[in-house]
């Protein structure tokens, strides 16, 4: 079954750091884009990242460039996002999802930027 | 960036319905539009993309049109399941962007 399942999420305060991870199985994540898209509480769905097959291209929201960083390892069919210098407008539901064209998304993990 | 625009932002409608979402684009994004459905609780399922190709699985009363900047998702006879959040986006050019979701309602 192919799938994706996020881990990471917590609680931080302003200014902390998380990474977040996006594990796939089921398909071979090393021949698809992917992304990352948010979702604030009560809020609709705001894209976050991309990044290409081989991390040659990554692309970013404004509202998290020079703070997020996606990466991918692809022996380990896994994503990431490295997330720092965390406000308090970050906290959402954070979701994985296959393919810029998205046609798979995990179940999210949940960021609360809080003091 | 390309402001993605919704209408209506929320509907009510009834079982066996025939109801259309619009999307707009502020400027051209060819046919690189998607839809995606989300149900209170739950993941974003995807629905469509290439404006009018359903993702594997998806029931065939579900259809996209449109080309250029006016999209539009339509439900034929809508079902009991179909009572949901309904979002496009935009993957023509980086960033991508979403609509701000359209809520279908039971009337």
């Known amino acids: 079954e192919v799938q994706l399942l996020e881990s990471g999420g917590g609680l931080v305060q302003p200014g902390g750091s998380l990474r977040l991870s996006c594990a796939a199985s089921?398909?071979?994540?090393?021949?698809?884009?992917m992304t990352w898209v948010r979702q604030a509480p009560g809020k609709g769905l705001e894209w976050v990242a991309n990044?290409?097959?081989?991390?040659?291209?990554?692309y970013y929201v404004d509202s998290v460039k020079g703070r997020f960083t996606i990466s991918r390892d692809n022996a380990k069919n896994s994503l990431y996002l490295q997330m720092d210098s965390l406000r308090v407008e970050d906290t959402a539901l954070y979701y994985c999802?296959?393919?810029?064209?998205?046609?798979?998304w995990g179940q999210g993990t949940m960021v609360i930027v809080s003091s | 960036d390309i402001q993605m625009t919704q209408s209506p932002s929320s509907l009510s409608a009834s079982i066996g319905d025939r109801v259309t979402i619009t999307c707009r684009a502020s400027?051209?994004?060819?046919?690189?539009l998607a839809w995606f459905q989300q149900k209170p609780g739950k993941a974003p399922k995807s629905l469509i993309y290439?404006?009018?190709t359903l993702q594997s699985g998806v029931p065939s009363r579900f259809s996209g049109a449109g080309s250029g900047t006016d999209f539009t998702l339509t439900i034929t006879s809508l079902q009991p399941e179909d009572f949901a959040t309904y979002y496009c986006?935009?993957?023509?050019?980086?960033?991508?962007?979403f609509g701000g979701g359209t809520k279908v309602e039971i009337q």
């Open positions: 990044i290409k097959q081989d991390g040659s291209q990554k």
């Open positions: 089921g398909f071979n994540l090393g021949t698809y884009w």
């Open positions: 400027q051209g994004i060819r046919n690189a």
């Open positions: 986006q935009q993957y023509n050019i980086f960033p991508l962007t």
């Open positions: 290439a404006t009018s």
């Open positions: 999802a296959r393919s810029h064209v998205v046609d798979i």
